[in-house]
């Protein structure tokens, strides 16, 4: 009798140990991330502003070019973002960056007074990847950087400079590789000519408003402001804008009329 009990008792153990198809059911063990899974980076939560650097990177990408940024800034903000037609560069390159102003104009022959040098302290303080913005009130035809100011600029990591006036030793800019945009080129120099009147504050430059920190793009057509309180909202139309051509070209390339990628996508 008591064997007979014994039997029962480790049939019951037995069939409660095993799974529904009679297979003995393996411990269950936590767990361990792979190290991959363990170093892999959690998402961003969705509707996280992007960073400066994200969206400096956005800009960079060839297919954003300062026409469809251009379009874009107009579309998002109502205003125009491109700077006059004559803002150009003395060498081929792209830059983008964020805004350092530094604003001069002209000085009497007579005026003795000592002025703060906000061009050269705004190139010592702006930091690496940034834009100068100089505006010569007044001086269209004055030189505001040559070899000097462009080879500081490009020891401390400056992408760029653009000057509503003019730039000059384009020849030693142009060997140094230093990336400007001027509405002219001219050997006349500042110093004598010219005070400086502020930095780091609002500066209309060549017809577009131009706040510190906006975003400055910069290319072979020309030169584009993007505020940087409405630069997301650009960058999503970018993205709208790019993938429209991208499938125009196509439409284009069969059938031989532009008309008819319009009759689609209608964006012009």
């Given at each position: 009798?008591l ?18 198809g ?48 251009a ?59 940034s ?12 030189a505001?950087?040559?070899?000097l ?52 504050t ?29 630069a ?23 059938e ?13």
């Amino acid at each position: 009798m008591l064997a007979r009990l014994i039997v029962a008792v480790s049939l019951v153990v037995l069939i409660a140990g095993a799974a529904p198809g009679g297979v003995k059911a393996p411990a269950t063990a936590p767990q361990t991330p792979s190290p991959t899974q363990a170093s892999a980076p959690t998402a961003a939560p969705q509707g996280r502003p992007m960073t400066p650097e994200q969206i400096i990177a956005a800009l960079k990408r060839p297919e954003n070019s300062t026409g469809n940024v251009a379009d874009a800034v107009e579309e998002a903000t109502g205003a125009r973002g491109w700077m006059a037609a004559d803002m150009k560069p003395i060498m081929e390159g792209k830059i983008v960056g964020r805004a350092w102003t530094a604003k001069l104009r002209p000085v009497l022959k007579n005026d003795s007074r000592t002025y703060p040098n906000h061009l050269l302290q705004v190139l010592d303080e702006a930091p690496a990847g940034s834009v100068l913005v100089y505006v010569m009130e007044g001086g269209l035809e004055i030189a505001a950087i040559g070899n000097l100011m462009a080879t500081t600029a490009q020891v401390r990591g400056l992408e760029g400079t653009v000057i509503d006036g003019a730039v000059r030793d384009v020849t030693e800019l142009r060997r140094m590789g230093h990336r400007a945009f001027a509405r002219r080129i001219s050997p006349a120099t500042s110093v004598g000519r010219m005070v400086s009147v502020s930095k780091q504050t609002p500066v209309m430059c060549a017809d577009v408003m131009v706040n510190p920190d906006d975003y400055i793009v910069g290319d072979a057509d020309g030169v584009v402001v993007v505020p940087h309180n409405a630069a997301e909202k650009v960058l999503a139309l970018l993205a709208l804008y790019n993938d429209r051509e991208s499938k125009m070209v196509e439409i284009i390339k069969r059938e031989k009329s532009m008309l008819k990628a319009l009759e689609i996508y209608g964006r012009y």
